[in-house]
């Protein structure tokens, strides 16, 4: 009883904190900074806060690598347009394979040679596909797994330039993670999709985005010796698709939740569209005032707390060891 209790006074001290940046801080970045000769791999850039930072880092001159698993081709050609740019490429991507992501890392070191910046933007909220071809849950695959291995395949790539660096999406949501060494791979029952299934899901999600933060943490302590800087960016309160409609993660509770609009009329008066949402991603890839920031969770382009559990180093020896397990990575290709 008294644990749960001081759980909840924490989540109400963090929630207080997040709400009071987020009505009352500008969250615009305040980067002017070129990128020309720049080379950004943003995932999940077709559409959604992806594309919106694409857009911002083309702006600048940056060549932009959409990785997704969607045809790109039309959010390619509207970049172009937008921001003159004619250095925007995509290259499939699907995270929920181990394959397609060694495939599309083999592809970027061979025909790059270097990435200066690589954004893990790209996640799920629910799946109706449960299950991926690795046996593994896909919110977990996608939102952690996925991005791990992908930035352990493209660390030679991220060497190769001046001061790389590597982004990944976390959310306030995992402040109210259940995560443990147990449950980390903890799969939904793939036969049939009922209400328990919901909360689950959601579980899972808040578990995959306190696994970006824990990847930023530890990813900057191991890559700083080659001048890599590692953080995590909150996108904030966005109106995205993430979890209300379009895709293969609609489910029919889900069509109940947007009848009522509680969360979009929340989202109303707190809520920004993707390019508000995609600031801090862009502040921490671009801005010159924090390219010596490394291994921080920022949120309205200010450092912003993390959840207290990645302050013990056994819990965080102990994952990053499991995930390496899970990802199947050789000893060459480890840290």
């Not at 919106?52 to 045809?71: F, P, W, Y």
């Amino acid at each position: 009883m008294i644990r749960r209790i001081c759980k909840s006074i924490y989540l109400i001290r963090i929630l207080v904190q997040w709400l009071f940046k987020l009505i009352f801080r500008d969250g615009r970045s305040d980067s002017v900074s070129c990128l020309v000769g720049k080379t950004a791999v943003v995932t999940g850039g077709n559409s959604g806060i992806g594309y919106a930072v694409s857009t911002l880092l083309a702006s600048r001159g940056c060549k932009v690598i959409i990785a997704d698993v969607q045809n790109s081709e039309e959010s390619t050609k509207q970049i172009k347009e937008d921001t003159g740019n004619s250095n925007v490429t995509w290259k499939h991507l699907d995270l929920s394979s181990f394959s397609s992501i060694r495939d599309f890392a083999k592809e970027v070191n061979h025909e790059e040679g270097k990435v200066d910046i690589l954004i893990n933007n790209a996640g799920i909220g629910i799946s109706k596909t449960k299950v991926t071809t690795d046996n593994l849950n896909k919110v977990m695959q996608i939102n952690f797994f996925g991005p791990f291995l992908l930035t352990h395949l493209l660390v030679d790539s991220l060497k190769a330039t001046k001061k790389a660096r590597v982004l990944f999406a976390s959310s306030i949501q995992a402040f109210q993670s259940n995560l443990t060494l147990k449950n980390l791979t903890e799969e939904l029952n793939p036969l049939e999709f009922n209400v328990e299934d919901v909360g689950k899901s959601l579980e899972l999600y808040c578990n995959s985005k306190l696994c970006n933060i824990f990847s930023a943490q530890e990813f900057a302590d191991k890559l700083g010796k080659y001048g890599i800087r590692v953080n995590s960016a909150d996108p904030g309160a966005v109106f995205t698709e993430l979890f209300l409609s379009g895709h293969d993660f609609e489910v029919w509770y889900m069509k109940i939740v947007r009848m009522l609009r509680i969360f979009r009329l929340m989202l109303y008066f707190i809520g920004e569209d993707n390019f508000g949402g995609a600031q801090t991603l862009f502040h921490l890839a671009s801005s010159k005032n924090i390219e010596n920031v490394t291994g921080q969770n920022y949120f309205r382009c200010r450092p912003f707390v993390k959840p207290s559990i990645l302050d013990d180093p056994r819990f965080c020896y102990e994952l990053w060891k499991k995930t390496e397990a899970i990802v199947k990575l050789s000893q060459e290709e480890k840290l």
